[in-house]
């Protein structure tokens, strides 16, 4: 195979999807790859991780595998609405700003309606505003509520928040969505159990990531109420999103869940986020633009100082919550971060 330049090997902290695949969930890829399997999901390794969530969630949900993010988002949400009705959304929510219009494609229409929000959560205020806002024929009807835990700037919704806008959705008829695409990261800041998080508190459905938690590919969709998941094996085939060798999208999980990797590679990006966060504090010109709740620092500066920063080959998102954000990955190196803030220091002596 031809060599790949150096330069693009050094880690980076402008994704945590920039991140490889850990050893957990490349260990049951191989295991998964012995031999032959029946396709589409009639295979045991599918069975297993399907197992393995209803055991970590402690409950007997409905689980199903897709691609990416956007797709399990898109998905779940359409199969929470008819083309008449409406998701209630924050103005931050990535199916809001990053998912191409693909939640209003899937459903065949169902509009986001957008609450405005300081932190990127949404609040049973803005939530009760937007479901009484009309009730006219003439507006789509409000029928489900997405929240990102933990949100797109890294904050945590606590469970007493999860439980307050699960309340307000049951007053309202609204089923209640959650983007988990880094939703393991919010287990490890929070120190709570998988089931508290969701279902305990009222969620319904959940996209569980495990691309940003060190998969090669591939997110879990758990409907809790399992009535809520009628026919999504076809909304999914339609969609291309039905795996044809699916043991290599629930293989992965196997390993990521029965050895614990999961929580510890979330554990790992979270301690990362604070040792960044804690050779930032007292450098001159940088500071906070958010608690460190999860996997990322989000840093206000001067657009030179980034500029200089980007120069000198770091590689950070400056268009994601209106500072510069550093995320941090299952494999992020404590030796890189340090690097880091030397370059950092010395951009600011
Ligand atoms: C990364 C991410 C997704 C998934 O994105 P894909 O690129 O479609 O896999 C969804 N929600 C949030 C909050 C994300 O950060």
Redesign the pocket.
Known sequence: MTPIDERELKQQFASD?YAGICPEARMAMDAANRGHATAYGDDPWTEKAADAFRKLFETDCEVYFVF??????SLALASLCQSYHSVICCDQ??VET??CGAPEFFSNGSKLLVAPSVDGKLTPDAIHELAIKRNDIHYPKPRAVTV?QPT?TGRVYTIEELRAISAICKRHGLSLHM?G??FANACAGLGCSPADMTWRSGVDVL?F?G??NGMAVG?AVLFFDRGLAADFDYRCKQAGQLASKMRFLSAPWVGMLESGAWLKNAQHANDCARRFAALIEGVQGVKLAQPVEANSVFLQAEAELLERLHEMGWHFYTFIGGAARFMFAWDSDPERIDAFCRDLKECTA
């Open positions: 999807n990416n993010g956007t797709a399990a988002n929510s990535h990053d998912e990102t797109e983007d695409a880094r996209c990531g691309t940003k997110e």
